[in-house]
């Protein structure tokens, strides 16, 4: 028979060869799988074949087989809370998935509409209302409504979610008591959201005939490392996963619905959060476990657009983007993807698409590992507001020997990374540290804006972005290329911030096509 690996696979077992035959030279990944040597009880699966998604399985003695499975998994969808916000968003999501009967999808939930900051606030409540007012706190009965109604309206037994209910409320008593809000409850605080919508749903899915089954990410391999509320995926979660969810679905064909955001911590065994918007990363995640065709993550815009709407109203979708210029945007603040969720589909080369589940036929954005730039000049503009920006003036002489690394040695010590919001409490030990070498100025309230596009032409998109700063008097306080190429920031006020956003994207994309073929791409 002969089989070919997807790419994904060969990852898979080229690692787990290395892990366990570490002095033995690399073989083809399908003939190591002849002679692996796995520890006891260690079993392996992965998915084999891009189209087809068969399985390659090695059992507890190390043997190898091959099981065609045929009709196995070939996507993931992730909706997100806007996508699942009520009883009717439900409906359509279920009725989209019933659209494509030729995919056999894994479905990615995160909590429904605002869940997670009514469970944030909630919680926060709790610390001071005092226990006996635990049942008053607004947010206790906006979560308990929209999950009460949805259900109802869904025509579902509210049985689906009444033990999540009555665990938030001793939760949130237990909170009251402690007049504490851990990071770790906070994690178990949120984790709340997604374990409802997604019970939920499964359970609609259920009704209408379609088979579901649900799955709490942090019960079925999702390993993390114990950084509540910002926690990082550890590649243990790829086998364990991989192997859960094909082992359930060889033995029962349910559309799986698990939840995004949550992980289970490596060394506290407890449920961790992925930090906001994390379920894209769940999504990733799956979709590099098990080697699949695509990553659907479902929104509320039509893809990924030209700037942030609520910031500028005629940003538009954006068709193509790289992983790279994914990466960067959502780093440097785009809202609309989590900044560590392109790496697992980098990894994989796992083309993502972002879709609109309130307007499925518009074509959204695809990423990919490259894509045509001779047309590209700016992709999209985006706005992280509220950062300071520190004046750095070595005290010694100019050019010092290893200043810069001393410099960078003291932010890496107090765990604060550059680029990123830094509160004042944290920034007031930076400010002293750095009092010692050098002459330290504070500047509050400044804004980055980063120009997502093609570095190729630099001078081109610089030009450009100039004239619209000196044409609204603006001050470009700072400028810095960031080293992937695909992007370049610009600081300024905060108070000027948006009205250049707005400028920008006036320049860029709406007052008609800058002619690229005249202008001559810059040279590295
Ligand atoms: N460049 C951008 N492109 C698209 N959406 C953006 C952008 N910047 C910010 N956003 C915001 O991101 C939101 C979608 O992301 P998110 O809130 O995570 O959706 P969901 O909760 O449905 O997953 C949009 O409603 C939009 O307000
Ligand atoms: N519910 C979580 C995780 C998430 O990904 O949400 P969304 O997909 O709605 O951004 C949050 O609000 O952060």
Redesign the pocket.
């Known amino acids: 028979m002969s089989i070919s690996l997807h790419s994904n696979a060969k990852i898979l077992c080229t690692r787990f060869y290395h892990q366990f035959n570490q002095n033995l030279p690399s073989p083809h990944p399908f003939q190591l799988l002849d002679h692996l040597h796995f520890p006891p009880n260690f079993r392996f699966s992965a998915v084999v074949d891009h189209k087809r998604s068969s399985i390659v399985y090695c059992n507890k003695d190390g043997d190898s087989a091959f099981s065609d499975g045929g009709d196995a998994f070939t996507c993931v969808m992730k909706f997100?809370?806007?996508?699942v916000a009520l009883a009717e968003r439900m409906r359509e999501v279920a009725n989209l998935i019933q659209c494509f009967p030729e995919e056999n999808p894994i479905i990615v939930l995160?909590a429904m509409g605002k869940t997670t900051n009514n469970l944030i606030c909630a919680g926060e409540k709790a610390v001071s209302c005092g226990f006996t007012n635990v049942s008053e706190i607004e947010e206790l009965s906006l979560i308990k409504d929209v999950h009460l109604r949805t259900v109802n309206e869904l025509g579902i037994d509210v049985s689906v979610i009444s033990e999540q209910l009555e665990e938030l409320e001793l939760l949130l008593n237990g909170i009251a008591r402690l007049k504490e809000l851990t990071l770790r409850t906070r994690d178990k605080l949120v984790s709340f959201g997604e374990c409802m919508s997604t019970r939920v749903f499964a359970a609609y899915l259920n009704s209408i005939g379609v088979k579901a089954q649900q799955y709490d990410a942090f019960d079925i391999g999702f390993v993390t490392t114990d950084d509540f509320t910002n926690a990082d995926i550890l590649d243990a979660t790829y086998p364990a996963v991989a192997a859960k969810l094909h082992d359930d679905w060889i033995s029962n064909k349910a559309i799986p619905v698990v939840t995004g955001f949550l992980g289970k911590g490596c060394k506290s065994g407890e449920i961790t959060a992925l930090g906001r918007?994390g379920s894209d990363l769940t999504a990733t995640v799956i979709g590099k476990a098990l080697g699949l065709r695509e990553i659907q993550v479902w929104?509320?815009?039509n893809g990924?657009?030209t700037?942030?709407?609520?910031i500028h109203p005629c940003?538009k979708p954006v068709p193509y983007l790289t992983f790279e210029e994914a990466a960067e945007?959502a780093y440097f603040g785009?809202?609309?993807l989590h900044p560590q969720a392109m790496r697992p589909a980098m990894e994989s080369n796992i083309p993502v698409r972002v879709k609109n589940s309130y307007n499925p036929k518009a074509p959204g954005t695809l990423i990919s590992k490259d894509r045509d730039m001779t047309k590209a000049l700016l992709t999209?503009i985006?706005l992280k507001q509220n950062v300071t920006m520190l004046d750095i003036v070595s005290t010694r002489m100019l050019g010092q020997f290893g200043f810069l690394a001393k410099v960078f040695a003291i932010f890496e010590d107090l765990d604060i990374s550059v680029d990123v919001v830094a509160t004042s409490e944290e920034l007031d030990h930076v400010v002293e540290e750095l009092g010692k070498i050098a002459v330290v100025k504070l500047l509050p309230q400044r804004s980055i804006i980063s120009l997502i596009g093609n570095i190729q032409y630099s001078s081109l998109i610089l030009e450009k972005a100039f004239s619209v700063f000196r044409r609204h008097n603006v001050n470009v306080q700072m400028i810095s290329q960031g080293a992937s190429k695909v992007n370049m920031s610009l600081i300024v006020n905060d108070s000027e911030a948006e009205e250049c956003v707005k400028a920008l994207h006036y320049s860029f994309f709406e007052s008609g096509q800058v002619a690229l073929t005249n202008a001559k791409a810059d040279s590295y």
Request: hydrophobic letters at 35%; charged letters at 15%.
């Open positions: 997100g809370g806007s996508s995160s918007g929104k509320d815009v990924v657009l700037c942030d709407p609520s940003a945007l785009a809202q609309v999209s985006v």
